[in-house]
């Protein structure tokens, strides 16, 4: 096996075979959770939707390490901007997806990732991540702490029904060719959470690549408005504020991890710039 890529949740090898290529995907996971995200990707793959097609059921390979297999699907390109038309496009490709995993069950798939998960049980601001947590969280600053706690008592009060949807939607994680959406990548990152909250947390990720951004305020509008129009619905009042306060989470997450890994500010200064506005438009 080669060693293709690596992430936070998976370690990626391409396969060789004689006549074909194949995607081999081991991480530390539920594997009932795995199993589930595999269930709804080969929902959207039979449906037509661009993504790779699983080739295998995720398996055990001991205590700690989750297996599964996929298409080898190359090429294409990353959508570069947080224009408005690169919000559009973003935007219309997830109400697609959301459209064929409306009725997809989501009870397996807790909990969240950590960019996406908010008010986890127990208390706590921030979900268990693990060696990150025995760091000295004292390098964040208060109104990063203040900004998420204020996200997350936000996110608290809702009570709309959950759905599932991708809890990763960045650039980075889909190719395009020809104009065309080619590839979706990262189905590990499936959530189930309200059809709002994955929106809004899209909405402000967005245009992210190879570094984490926040969409501009404008931008993240027009993606909202033009999921909205491809569903054919339109978000109330309460789901318009959950969002807002959704799109300041994986930024959060983001800014955190850089104060602790001491790496440039990109997230940090997005929430000067941006944090009291989509603030003030969840009401949180």
Not at 270 to 284: P, T
Request: hydrophobic share 40%.
């Amino acid at each position: 096996m080669i060693p293709a890529a690596g992430g936070q949740m998976s370690n990626i090898y391409r396969y060789l075979m004689e006549d074909t290529s194949a995607v081999v995907k081991v991480r530390s996971e539920s594997l009932e959770r795995i199993k589930h995200c595999l269930e709804a990707q080969r929902v959207a793959a039979n449906s037509g939707f661009p993504c790779p097609a699983p080739l295998a059921d995720a398996e055990a390979l001991d205590a700690a390490a989750v297996v599964s297999a996929e298409e080898w699907r190359p090429g294409g390109e990353i959508l570069r901007g947080h224009d408005g038309g690169s919000a559009r496009r973003s935007a219309v490709l997830l109400a697609e997806l959301m459209t064929l995993l409306v009725r997809h069950p989501g009870q397996a798939l807790d909990p969240p990732p950590p960019w996406v998960h908010w008010n986890p049980p127990g208390g706590g601001l921030w979900p268990p991540n693990g060696p990150v947590d025995s760091m000295d969280q004292t390098l964040v600053p208060e109104f990063i702490r203040e900004c998420a706690r204020r996200t997350g008592a936000r996110l608290g009060r809702s009570t709309l029904p959950h759905v599932v949807g991708h809890g990763d939607w960045e650039a980075q994680n889909i190719r395009w060719k020809d104009g065309r959406p080619w590839s979706v990548y990262d189905w590990d990152s499936l959530v189930s959470l309200p059809e709002a909250a994955i929106v809004g947390a899209a909405s402000g990720a967005f245009a992210s690549a190879e570094v984490p951004s926040l969409a501009p305020i404008e931008s993240s509008r027009i993606f909202v408005a033009s999921y909205e129009s491809a569903r054919e619905r339109t978000f109330t009042g309460d789901e318009m504020e959950i969002a807002w306060a959704a799109s300041m989470w994986p930024t959060l997450h983001n800014a955190r991890g850089e104060y602790l890994f001491r790496s440039a500010p990109v997230a940090s200064l997005a929430v000067i710039d941006q944090g009291e506005e989509r603030l003030n438009l969840a009401k949180a």
